[in-house]
């Protein structure tokens, strides 16, 4: 059974930096595309960002696009989202999800539908 906990989420002032992870425990982590989702009050889960089993892929909301990074070390079972110029409209609470995937696909899922395993989530709250 694939388990996923995230941590790293906290209250910042707008301008700020965090860094999210997400531990894997079970099936192979290394087979798993990874992706970071946000769910904002009273709005739908969104995808943030993804990457592929290898790394080599990956993907930014045009929203985050140039302010967060996504990296994964598979030695650790773990992904990350790095943020940076955090912004008031950046709250939300984020989930990290994860989807089984041949080696050979390098698009990235950005549906929550396509994502089998998920976290019980991160707040991030970023104060103006």
């Known amino acids: 059974q694939v388990q996923l906990v995230e941590s790293g989420g906290g209250l910042v002032q707008a301008g700020d930096s965090l860094r999210l992870a997400c531990q894997v425990s079970?099936?192979?982590?290394?087979?798993?595309?990874m992706a970071w989702f946000r769910q904002g009050p009273g709005r739908e889960r969104v995808i943030v960002s993804g990457?592929?089993?290898?790394?080599?892929?990956?993907y930014y909301a045009d929203s985050v696009k140039g302010r967060f990074t996504i990296s994964r070390d598979n030695d650790k079972k773990t992904a990350y989202l790095q943020m940076h110029s955090l912004r008031p409209e950046d709250t939300a609470v984020y989930y990290c999800?994860?989807?089984?995937?041949?080696?050979?696909?390098?698009?990235?899922?950005?549906?929550?539908?396509?994502?089998?395993?998920w976290g019980q989530g991160t707040q991030v709250t970023v104060s103006s």
């Open positions: 079970g099936g192979q982590f290394s087979r798993n595309a």
């Open positions: 999800a994860a989807r089984s995937t041949i080696l050979s696909v390098s698009t990235i899922a950005t549906s929550s539908d396509d994502y089998p395993h």
């Open positions: 990457i592929s089993r290898g790394g080599g892929s990956k």
